[in-house]
Each structure stands twice: as C-alpha cells, then as structure tokens.
C-alpha cells in the first residue's frame, strides 16, 4: 500500500517563529488532507489539498502532486499551534486515509 | 464541515467485558464511517470501514469477532470492543467523509483494568 513519511519527527520553536513540515507519499493520491491534532485528542481539519496551494490565515500548504510532497507552512508561531501535525492521504480507488506518523510541534513563549 | 460526535469520551472497563462506543453524524447523512485507534504517540490505524446497511470491512490484522461494528443507519455507527483486555486500551477514533474531505469525532479513551 501507499507509504506516508512525513518530517520531522519533532520540532521545538519559539513563539513568533515560521516553520515548515513536510510529507513525501509514495503513489499517487486522490485525496491529501492535513490534520492538527490538539492536546485532547481531537484532529482539526486545516486543509484538503490534493494540488496546489492554500492558504489560511497563518497557515498555507502546497502539494506537489506529480512530485509527491506537500508542505505545511505555519507562520508567526503562537503556543497554541503545539499539537501534532498530521498528514493523511488516500489511495487512488480506495476511500480510506494513511497517515503520516506526525509532527509534534511545541512553541514555548 | 460535519459535525461528529462520539459517545463515551472515555471509559474504564474491566478485562472481559465488553464495551460499546457510538459514532454520530449530526449534520449529514453518511453511508460509510470509518474507525481507527491510536495508541500513544503514534499515529492512527484505521481498523474497519463501517457501511450503513451491509458488513463492515476490516483491515488486514484486525479481528472482526473482537471489534463488531454496526452502521444501522446513516447517522449512527457503534463499534463494541467485545472481551476486553489492557492491550486493547487505546483512543478509539471515528470519521466520516462528505465530499472529499474526511471529518473525524473527538474519540473515546479505553482504558482496561
């Protein structure tokens, strides 16, 4: 099946900071989704985005479809961007989503 | 967005009993849910794709007598985690897709004693 990598692993910022997550993907995909999930658990859609570019207020994302990568970009970091960082994709024919193994992001003030 | 609910937030249970967890759509009528469980610092599996009307799919690995699931309409689906044991505590997590975009519920924490 689809593989999801996504890096880094880990990453500890300062409050004001701009960062960069990234996510390669073995195959093409459909169907590419990043997820914010907070300290209870609960995953946040941030952006669908299976092409192109998007942006959100602090956030914007771009996927490089016939590359396989996407980028999350945060910008001006705020303590409450802590969480980990996930994306997800789905397999060409199939609905169900692969994650990545995440992100864990931590701002300190 | 939709909107998902599950039900119980969390739970504690002792080895062998049985436990059922609920999945709400409360905006939208979904044909397929989907479950998966994440245990700590890691990140989720699914486990089954749950289908209103007909019998769930299960992932390679994942025992379909141990986790029953039921998607009796196009709001509900129920995954019952049946003779329980520690190893199967984890943070269950239900989602449903509407358009392209798949939305997920707040989970429910399993913990068996």
């Known amino acids: 099946g689809i593989q999801v990598e996504q890096s880094p692993p880990d990453l500890i910022l300062q409050e004001g900071a701009n960062s960069t997550l990234r996510c390669n993907f073995s195959d093409s995909v459909n169907n590419l989704q990043w997820f914010h999930q907070n300290p209870w658990g609960q995953l946040i859609n941030l952006f669908y985005i299976p092409s192109g570019t998007k942006q959100n207020g602090r956030l914007s994302a771009t996927t490089v479809a016939t590359e396989r990568y996407s980028l999350l970009y945060i910008s001006s970091s705020q303590t409450t961007d802590s969480g980990v960082y996930f994306c997800?994709?789905?397999?060409?024919?199939?609905?169900?989503?692969?994650f990545g193994q995440g992100t864990r992001l931590t701002i300190n003030p | 967005g939709a909107v998902v609910s599950q039900h119980p937030s969390w739970v504690i249970c002792k080895s062998g009993t049985s436990v059922k967890i609920e999945c709400r759509s409360l905006d939208f009528q979904a044909t397929t849910m989907f479950w998966y469980r994440q245990f700590p610092k890691q990140s989720l599996m699914l486990m089954a794709t749950?289908?209103?009307?007909?019998?769930?799919?299960?992932e390679q690995g994942v025992e379909k007598d141990k986790f029953l699931i039921n998607h009796a309409s196009l709001t509900l689906s129920t995954l019952t985690v049946t003779s329980a044991h520690p190893e199967d505590s984890s943070f269950y997590i239900c989602s449903l897709s509407r358009v392209w975009e798949q939305f997920f519920g707040p989970g429910t924490r399993l913990t068996v004693l």
């Open positions: 997800a994709v789905e397999d060409q024919g199939a609905q169900k989503l692969v």
């Open positions: 749950s289908n209103e009307g007909s019998k769930a799919t299960y």
